[in-house]
């Protein structure tokens, strides 16, 4: 379709870019665009008149008057080579040029005559396609005609850039409505987010405290327990506050063990995004099986493995977490004497703060850890 003489500034790739970038293939008539054709055929005194846009593998019709369809195959357009021509393209009788005696239209139904059409040409001089009027027996046009369809030409492509500058707004004023709601639910979490880690900060300390002999032990499980946190509200913030990956909570309290020689844990499960409000008291779960297993199960022996293991499931439309926490291998494992902190997390914190099912198993092969707990699928602020 190129003429590198006549039109070298734009490649086809380049010609459909911009023809799509009016917005207007397939979409519903419009008064504005009626009402040229209209003019069109009381000026030319012709039957038929066609605003016609060529597409890849079509030339579709914004308005028409005569013909009775909105496109044509690419094979039928006459209007496909006026385009790629300088002004006005007039062919007084289409059996008489070469180029247009074996169009089907030309040839066949409903044997087409008389064509005359002013290209539409961007102010950047890309051409979408032209307006052109039709007849069914040779003709001429006069010079006021001429002039007439070519000003009719120009009204077309005005109506094309100031539908394509309305669409623009409303779409830059439509995203800064997105990002301004996005900003102001993100505001709202994190607000929420902030109160409830605060709240958390709270009861680590009171419960560290409680369940710590010394100040440098308490120093060591608050420091520790803080670290827990803030590595999940890390990975919480990569996805602004919203969800955070079930593996890679995992990682980040059984990662030191990830370099031995010998496997020291299992982490079995499909990928799964835990909300907030269960990454945390998950995440903080973790730390403490995890401190428990180096301090008295299989974690504090070479031998000794952690199996994770966990999928979603489903009740009555509800879907949950399944979790599982195995250790093997380590020294025999006793009812603990008292409750500390890790034990009431497990077994009260995590039923009320997430409505979990839990259970925990002191066998002798060691501990077993089990919760079910409903995962929360709506985010509060939508994705980019």
């Known amino acids: 379709m190129l003429n590198d003489k006549l039109l070298p500034a734009w490649t086809e790739r380049d010609r459909l870019a911009v023809l799509r970038s009016y917005r207007v293939l397939d979409t519903p008539p419009e008064p504005a665009f009626d009402d040229l054709v209209q003019l069109a055929v009381r000026a030319c005194w012709t039957p038929m008149a066609l605003i016609s846009l060529i597409d890849e593998r079509r030339q579709w019709f914004k308005a028409e008057v005569g013909l009775g369809v909105r496109e044509t195959p690419l094979d039928r357009s006459i209007c496909l080579t006026a385009m790629l021509q300088p002004g006005l393209t007039i062919v007084p009788d289409l059996t008489e040029d070469p180029r247009f005696a074996r169009n089907p239209l030309v040839a066949g139904e409903p044997h087409l005559r008389f064509y005359a059409g002013a290209v539409l040409r961007t102010p950047d001089g890309v051409p979408l396609g032209a307006l052109c009027v039709l007849d069914f027996v040779p003709r ?6 001429v002039d007439t369809l070519q000003l009719l030409a120009r009204q077309v492509m005005s109506h094309l850039e100031h539908r394509r500058a309305i669409a623009e707004r409303d779409e830059k004023l439509e995203a800064s409505h997105q990002i301004e709601q ?27 405290g409680r369940s710590a002999g010394s100040f440098d032990a308490f120093y060591r499980s608050f420091s520790n327990r803080i670290t827990s946190l803030a590595k999940t509200h ?8 919203q969800t955070a990956p079930l593996r890679e909570i995992a990682l980040t309290e059984l990662k030191p063990f990830a370099e031995s020689r010998q496997p020291r844990f299992m982490l079995l499960g499909p990928p799964v995004d835990l909300a907030a409000d269960l990454a945390v008291p998950v995440g903080m779960a973790l730390h ?7 301090r008295y199960g299989a974690l504090s022996v070479s031998e000794g493995y952690v199996e994770l293991r966990w999928n979603v499931t489903e009740d ?12 093997c291998g380590g020294p025999p494992v006793n009812q603990p004497q008292h409750q500390g902190f890790g034990s009431t997390l497990l077994q009260r914190v995590l039923p009320m703060q997430c409505n979990a099912e839990v259970e925990v198993q002191y066998e002798t092969q060691g501990l077993r850890f089990r919760m079910d707990a409903p995962l929360i699928d709506q985010r509060l602020v939508p994705a980019y």
């Open 234 to 241: 890390n990975l919480l913030t990569e996805d602004y506050w």
């Open 182 to 208: 996005r900003q102001s639910l993100l505001v709202r979490e994190l607000h929420h987010r902030v109160k409830n880690t605060l709240a958390t900060v709270q009861a680590l300390v009171g419960a560290t």
């Open 316 to 327: 009555h439309g509800v879907r949950k977490l399944h979790l599982e926490w195995n250790e």
């Open 288 to 294: 403490e099986l995890t401190t428990n297993a180096v």
């Open 140 to 145: 001429r046009l006069t010079e006021d005609q």
